[in-house]
T-cell receptor
């Protein structure tokens, strides 16, 4: 079945270091979304990418959507302790449009 | 921005009892709401899609008689975990969207512990 895979599962960085999480879909996606979930909290929408090769930035966060619209990445420059949490990518299922979430990448930042 | 309220935030119940979780869209109408389940350090697994005025559609492997969903109005969906067992202990999160427009807005989640 359709799958959305995300790596790595965990990433521990020193504050100030960069961080990247990668998302790969088994099928072409019409769009991809990224969510952040703080420890004990609920997922919060970050961004949606729609176009092939699209790149969007939100301050220190850079999001990319692959040319084939099957992969995506989230890069954080100079991480801060406030970046701690789990980052999920999600893509719509081919049938019905329901969102399929990746496994998430848990980011911890050591001050 | 769109706000989804979920209640209760946490609940502890005894094995065999039923628990009802409410999900409300506070400032928009949601014809569709989604119920997810999340185990510790795992991803969100879609359990069912709640449709206003009609029956919910359940994902494969989810028991509809155990997880009762009612979407009585455009702003309220409820999930009832019937005859709860310890293995039902989990984090349940609802989400909603305005019409067919993404993104999803999530509730704060309900942490259910069955003893």
């Amino acid at each position: 079945g359709q799958q959305v895979m995300q790596i790595p599962q965990y990433q521990h960085v020193q504050e100030g270091e960069d961080f990247t999480t990668y998302c790969n879909s088994s099928t072409t996606l019409s769009n991809i979304q990224w969510y952040k979930q703080r420890p004990g909290g609920h997922p919060v929408f970050l961004i949606q990418l729609v176009k092939s090769g699209e790149v969007k930035k939100q301050k220190r966060l850079t999001f990319q959507f692959g040319e084939a619209k099957k992969n995506s990445s989230l890069h954080i420059t100079a991480t801060q302790t406030t970046d701690v949490g789990t980052y999920f990518c999600a893509g719509p299922r081919n049938q019905g449009g329901k969102l399929i979430f990746g496994q998430g990448t848990e980011l911890s930042v050591k001050p | 921005g769109a706000v989804v309220s979920q209640h209760p935030s946490w609940v502890i119940c005894k094995s065999g009892t039923s628990v009802k979780i409410e999900c409300r869209s506070l400032d928009f109408q949601a014809t569709t709401m989604f119920w997810y389940r999340q185990f510790p350090k795992q991803s969100l697994m879609l359990m069912a899609t709640s449709n206003e005025g009609s029956k919910a559609t359940y994902e494969q492997g989810v028991e509809k008689d155990k997880f009762l969903i009612n979407h009585a109005s455009l702003t309220l969906s409820t999930l009832t975990v019937t005859s709860a067992h310890p293995e039902d202990s989990s984090f349940y999160i609802c989400s909603a969207r305005e019409g067919t427009v993404l993104p999803l807005h999530f509730g704060n989640g309900t942490r259910l512990t069955v003893t």
